[in-house]
């Protein structure tokens, strides 16, 4: 083969081929991608301990009512007991008992 084929190829056919288009910078779109991504799981961790502080806000508010309901049961119970003797005293004594 004569090296001189390529040399005439390349003096006659490639300076007429299309020049390719510029290639693309995928690495700089996936650097953006991975920047929304990063931007996106940061937002969703946010909302996930906003939503965490607002439940657990919830749970103490429920706590203090429950543990507000049990003291109204405990001093109510506690009533309830006084009123008997109470009664037992008026209906013995009249509405001058206490005195």
Known sequence: MDPN??????????????????????????VSEAEKQAE???????????QAAALEAKAEA????????AYKAEIMARLAALVGPYKKAIADNGTMAGT
Do not use: I
């Not at 996106?40 to 906003?50: L, T």
């Not at 429920?62 to 309901?69: D, F, I, P, R, W």
């Open 5 to 30: 084929v390529f040399r005439e190829f390349w003096k006659k056919v490639v300076p007429h081929l299309p020049k390719p288009d510029a290639p693309k910078q995928e690495g700089a779109d996936d």
């Open 40 to 50: 996106a799981a940061a937002e969703a961790e946010r909302k996930a301990e906003a």
């Open 62 to 69: 429920a706590e203090e009512k429950a543990e507000s309901a």
